[in-house]
């Protein structure tokens, strides 16, 4: 109201009416798909469950909990012929979300973030970084600046900025590192070789390339990876999804961000 020189009850009045006529508009274009999120506060000590419509601006719903049994009855709470219009879900690897709708919207496709999927691959190559540096020797005090502990720990953000970001000063770090260390640049080259699973053009040629990762990964023999390729098969399903439908929780993650700041 300062800035543009009017009262605050005018504002106040434009921002009603402008809040309602988009509940009208949203009110007259029922949801075909929908975005399950997450925001966690106080340190992931408390979840929250963000709905949204990708298609049309604005949360549905924000329900203090992440638990299935609230996002459940909200989703069977909604209209039958919404219910039944909504083709598409997307959540993040999280059983109860899919339970939820599962037995709310038993039509729906689940599909699963891409980011989240990709989250949790570079995950692996972090954790792979650490148990090598753990292993590491550490040298006296007085030579630690140096120390070979120091230096896999100095690259933990190489490992994980894409290969095309890479300066040449990175490269030579790295090449230095995976001299010493050849198991980290096995879980570097998986990390970011599973970027051709998201680059295929259809499902199938998703599904062989995921499988073809899923060998290299038994051949590697290293173990955070072989955890993530477990979790990826219990959800392979609604990863796949993803090829029918380029459907992701990007929206979904924005609106979070904007709720937490609230």
């Not at 106040?12 to 508009?25: N, S």
């Not at 909990?65 to 909604?78: F, G, I, M, N």
Request: aromatic fraction near 8%; proline fraction near 4%.
């Amino acid at each position: 109201a300062r800035n543009h020189g009017v009262t605050f009850y005018r504002v106040d009045k434009a921002a009603r009416i402008g809040a309602e006529r988009f509940l009208a508009a949203r009110s007259q274009a029922p949801p075909k798909r929908l975005c399950i999120d997450e925001a966690a506060h106080l340190k992931g000590r408390k979840f929250n469950t963000i709905v949204s419509d990708p298609d049309m601006p604005g949360v549905r719903e924000v329900i203090e909990t992440r638990d299935q049994a609230p996002l459940e009855k909200y989703l069977v709470s909604l209209p039958d012929d919404v219910k039944a219009g909504i083709q598409e879900v997307a959540i993040d690897m999280w059983g109860q979300y899919r339970r939820a709708v599962q037995n709310a919207l038993p039509q729906a496709t689940i599909v699963v973030d891409r980011f989240h999927v990709e989250r949790i691959v570079a995950k692996a190559l972090n954790e792979t970084r650490i148990a090598i540096q753990r292993e590491v020797r550490e040298r006296p005090l007085r030579e630690r600046k140096r120390s070979p502990k120091r230096r896999v720990f100095y690259a933990r953000h190489k490992l994980l900025k894409a290969p095309e970001r890479l300066k040449q000063s990175d490269i030579d770090y790295l090449v230095e590192i995976f001299e010493l260390h050849p198991q980290l640049e096995t879980a570097w080259a998986l990390r970011w070789s599973f970027r051709t699973v998201y680059e295929a053009l259809d499902r199938a040629e998703a599904e062989r390339r995921l499988h073809q990762w899923y060998d290299q990964v038994t051949q590697s023999g290293l173990a955070d990876f072989a955890a993530a390729v477990a979790a990826i098969q219990e959800w392979e399903t609604e990863v796949l999804a993803y090829f029918g439908s380029r459907l992701t929780n990007a929206f979904a993650e924005g609106m979070t961000n904007k709720v937490k700041v609230i």
